[in-house]
Structure formats: structure tokens, C-alpha cells
DNA sequence: CTGTTAGCGCGTTCAC
DNA sequence: GTGAACGCGCTAACAG
């Protein structure tokens, strides 16, 4: 049945007939069982409704898909905790291997992987675990990309909306944005800095509060939490490009659609979870590989929202 | 350790010990095997980035993960095919239930899970395989209210761009167009019909084959197909509500922050997905239960997309 | 090339 | 109250 044995044609007819008529389907729980191995893999990404990890998402699928494996997903939502049980779930069931956007560099624990065995991929951003193959966007590049561009249409007191510490990608992007203002010799001021949790109610909050220092545009580090901060623009009254210069990370299909278009830094989105899963695949095969750490080029999108209007 | 058996005290504590000590965690793959049961649900969903299916899974997650039931999602994206494997998937890992959205209410086979004693609750959609539990919304009145405010708004060649005519959400949508048509005295005129497959590039197709029948407004089936349709709109240079009043299905975030802001139907996605779950759990505690369907009303929410502006 | 058998790691059952 | 033996459904290794 399996169709690597050889077998008498004749008796090979008649099983296949056999397993016709009674519907026979193998049952997988006891092949994991007997061989120790699967065919799923698990994808725990940090935001499920985040565009950006929609694309990711797809992107594992197309791959492990026509590879035979089954991808089952979880949605850390930015919580260690549940991201943690996952994990838990995940060496329970001796899932084949594992693709994670993990939620804190420092905590996000991927020793009990490492432990029994399991084969990791981090996509998007990095953990402390060394030696794990990795799939991200240049983020240092895409914030400084930014931040280069609202300061070249004349933009001087740029905010900066992060995520939390914890995961690399804020602290990247931060990086750039600096690098950025250095480069142009514009002062570095900590009240036009303020980091939120990625997700869309605290960019609302954190942009509220940054009003306050009265920023002339802003760089928001992902997709959720701009809109969190365009909701706080509409309530403040304040209008882009006109009041505030605009761009945040990630390109959902809607950004080029509005009056006025946004701005972004879109990332390889698709490009990221297809390498994720060829890497996990190889590194199944040949788990003593060494490890490959991949970074694509992000691309500054220019659009309405950072326009600035001449004097 | 599973805590049933009373077991002496130090034996117990000794056991616990050596839990720790040697890291031990119980295989669920053995479990599943040995009882012939398991704590995971599928969740088949049409659509994974619409966000009406992302609150969907949301709701889900919340009920299941607080009664210990672990979700893997797929993701059918309108294809029944894909759907088909998944099914088989299911079954081939002996899987607790399933949460799904069928594809296509004809062509989409629930048997294999009916004959493998799999419990079905089907969300936003039916399938023909009759007696199992089944969350939708009121998707006549809900249609019907989105066209009587277009109606009311003084918009009198109103399109409707809808989905596959096998899901049954585009055939009551469609009831519900032609019912406030009716109640209004407007003629009804097929050149204003039209028919997607829910996908973007297909909303894109089809709004920019039905502006050739000079619709002055429009209703959309779903979020996704209205994407593609205002990306057309903007291509053909019109503007809403002044060229062309636009109401569509699904309430993302961003649909109030634009400008001009969107007219939608709003689901109660995240109560469908609460009670599709509490619905499973009741059918596999209690598989003979009479079948429920429950049907939750959808709002309309009037924005600025649809407001007519005085001649 | 074919038929038989052991055992994967659990939960359950039956002696003790 | 405790321990040993059995079997869930499958694959791999073996003998015929």
C-alpha cells in the first residue's frame, strides 16, 4: 500500500479493491507511534491578524503543503504563556518540527525543543537559543529607509512607535531609526521615543500619549499598531500628510487603497515563510547542518501618507 | 500523575520527584492511540485573512483553549480540493471535532467525518449533509439592510458583486438584495448581478466588468472581494460616496479609519466562533443531542461610503 | 516474494 | 493499594 515494497500486481489489485470497498483509511496517531516521526509542523506566530504573518503563513503552507506535511498553527498573541504551552503541545504530540515568530528573545524558552530533539526555524525575529536557522527582514535597514525618508521631505521631529523590548525587531528597527537621524545630524530626543506591545490598542494609547511631544511625523513598527495610531490621529483631528508625516511597517492590501494612501516598509513577506519552511525541511534531513540565518531586504513604499506638503 | 487513582502520599510525591528530575512528558501520540480519543479540534476556515474568519478564530480558540481542547487551523482558501485533503487529515488523525466553513454547500463532503463519528459544527455556512450544529449570521436581513440604507440614501442602480453561487452566504446575501429591491419598488435588473469567487482578485475583476452596467452604488458580499473592488474603483478614478455609494460585509479595523470611512455589515464574528465551539465541546460530551442553528443578527454601520451627498 | 511477529508508550484490567 | 500483562494500529524485521 505504501508502494515501496514489491509486490505481486494480483495481490496489489486486490488490496487496493479491499481497501475500496471498506474504507480503510490508516490510521496516523499509531504510525506516529510505531515510526516516532510525523508529518506535521507547527507554525506559532506572535499575531495571527497581522497581514504580515497572513503572508507568512501562506508561504509555509505553499511549501510544506507540496512537501506532504501538514502545517498546524498557533497564535501566541504576544504571550509568553500561551507560547509556552504550545511549545509544551508541541513536544507532546512529537510534531516533526517547528517555525516560530518567538515572542520574547529573552524568555520565548525553545530548550525543551532543543531538547527532545525537535527541529526549529525562527522567522521575523530571533531567539537566544544559538544555532537555530533563521528567516527575517533586514530591520535596521527598513527603519533607516524610513526615517531617511520623512527627514529628505523635511520631516525634523520624528516619533518613533516600537514594540516591546523583548523581541529583536523592535530593538532593530530602533536601531535604523537612529541611524538615520545621526546620519542626517538631527538630534536624537528620548520624548519622540515610545514603545507599545504590538498590538492595536497600545498603539493607540502609546501614539496618544506621544502627541504630547508634539511630533511632526511618525514611524510605526508594524501593521497592528499603526492602526491603533491612525485611530488616534482621526480622534486627535490630525491629518496626514498635512499635520503628521506617516509610516509604519508591513503592506496590507488596504494601504495603497485609502485617502490618503499609506506609506510602509513592506517586507518579503511570502519570500519569508517559503525559506522557512526549505529550511526546516533540510534541517530534518540533516539536523547537524550548520545553521543558516537568512535576511531579506525590506522596501521603503512611497505613498501619500509622508508626502509632505510644501510650505 | 494523571490524578484519578488515589495513590499513597509519598508515592505519589516520589513520583512527582522523578517526573522533574528526568523531565519527563507523557505522548499524547500514545494516548490518542490507547483511548482513542484526542483533545484536538480542527478548525477549517475558508479564508484566513479575511478578518471576519480572524475574530472567528479567535472566538474558537478562547472556549476551546479554556476547556483544554487544542486548535489547529486550516486554511481552505475557497478550494475544495485543498478542503477535501483536509478532511482526510482529520479523520487519518482520529481528531475530536471540527470547526468548519464549507467550501461549497454541494460539493463539499462532510460524509467521511459523519461515517468516522466525527462531530461537524459548520460556521457562516451550511453544508448539504443535514443534523449538524450549525453559527451563521442572518445573512438575508443583513443583505437586505445594507441595500434598503442604499435605497433609502436616494441610490437607485444598486450592484451587487457576490460569491460563488455553492456558498450559501452569497445566495442569501443575494435573497436579501432583491427582498429590500422588492419592498422598495425598484426594478430588479440582472446586468447589476454579479458573482466572485470571495477572493480579492476576483472583487477586483468583477466590480471592474459591472461598472460597464453604471451601477450608482454597490454592495459587496465580502471583505476580501471589496478590496479588490475598491482597488478597481480607484483605477477607474471614481470616488465614493459621490460616484458611487459603497457598502460591503465585514468590519475590519481599518474600514473607520479611512477616508471616506466604509458602510458595512458587521458580523458578530467572535460570537460565532464562542459558540461554534461551545456547540462542539455539547456534541462530543453528548453525541445524539438534536442539531442546533443559530442564526446572529448582523448591524449594519453606517459610515461615510454610503452617505449620498445632496444633489 | 510472502506471512508472521514484536513493540512504539500509553491506559486499563485483572490478579495479588 | 499495587504491580504485571494486554492491546490500541501500525511498521520493520524476520523467517519461511
Chains 1, 2 share one sequence.
Do not use: C
Not at 105 to 121: A, C, H, M, Y
Amino acid at each position: 500500500m505504501n508502494g515501496k515494497l514489491r509486490v505481486n500486481p494480483e495481490v496489489r489489485e486486490h488490496v487496493l479493491a479491499a481497501v475500496k470497498e471498506l474504507g480503510y483509511r490508516p490510521n496516523k496517531v499509531a504510525r506516529s507511534l510505531r515510526t516516532q516521526a510525523s508529518r506535521v509542523l507547527a507554525l506559532v506566530v506572535s499575531d495571527i491578524s497581522n497581514p504580515f504573518f497572513g503572508s507568512v503563513i501562506r508561504g509555509v503552507e505553499d511549501v510544506a503543503g507540496s512537501a506532504d506535511y501538514l502545517v498546524v498553527l498557533f497564535n501566541s498573541d504576544e504571550d509568553v504563556e500561551r507560547e509556552r504551552r504550545y511549545l509544551s503541545i508541541i513536544v507532546a504530540e512529537r510534531m516533526a518540527g517547528v517555525i516560530i515568530s518567538p515572542t520574547s528573545e529573552r524568555k520565548t524558552d525553545l530548550s525543551l525543543l532543543v531538547d527532545n530533539g525537535i527541529p526549529i526555524v525562527t522567522v521575523d525575529r530571533l531567539a537566544k537559543t544559538s544555532g537555530t536557522d533563521t528567516v527575517r527582514s533586514d530591520n535596521v535597514e527598513g527603519a533607516r529607509l524610513a526615517t531617511a525618508h520623512l527627514l529628505d521631505q523635511g520631516y525634523r521631529r520624528i516619533g518613533y512607535v516600537g514594540g516591546p523590548a523583548a523581541a529583536t525587531t523592535s530593538r532593530e528597527r530602533l536601531v535604523g531609526y537612529k541611524a538615520a537621524l545621526r546620519q542626517a545630524r538631527v538630534r536624537f530626543e528620548r520624548r519622540l521615543l515610545s514603545a507599545g506591545d504590538f498590538k492595536e490598542e497600545s498603539g493607540h494609547v502609546v501614539m496618544t500619549k506621544l502627541l504630547e511631544a508634539q511630533p511632526d511625523a511618525v514611524l510605526v513598527a508594524n501593521h497592528t499598531m499603526a492602526i491603533g495610531a491612525l485611530r488616534s490621529l482621526r480622534e486627535a483631528g490630525l491629518r496626514y500628510p498635512d499635520d503628521l508625516g506617516f509610516v509604519s511597517f508591513d503592506d496590507p492590501p488596504w494601504a495603497s487603497l485609502t485617502h490618503p494612501s499609506l506609506t510602509v516598509i513592506a517586507q518579503r513577506d511570502l519570500e519569508i515563510g517559503r525559506q522557512a519552511a526549505h529550511l526546516l525541511k533540510q534541517r530534518i534531513l540533516e539536523p547537524d547542518r550548520p545553521a543558516v540565518r537568512a535576511i531579506l531586504q525590506p522596501e521603503l513604499r512611497v505613498r501619500e501618507s509622508s508626502l509632505r506638503p510644501v510650505p
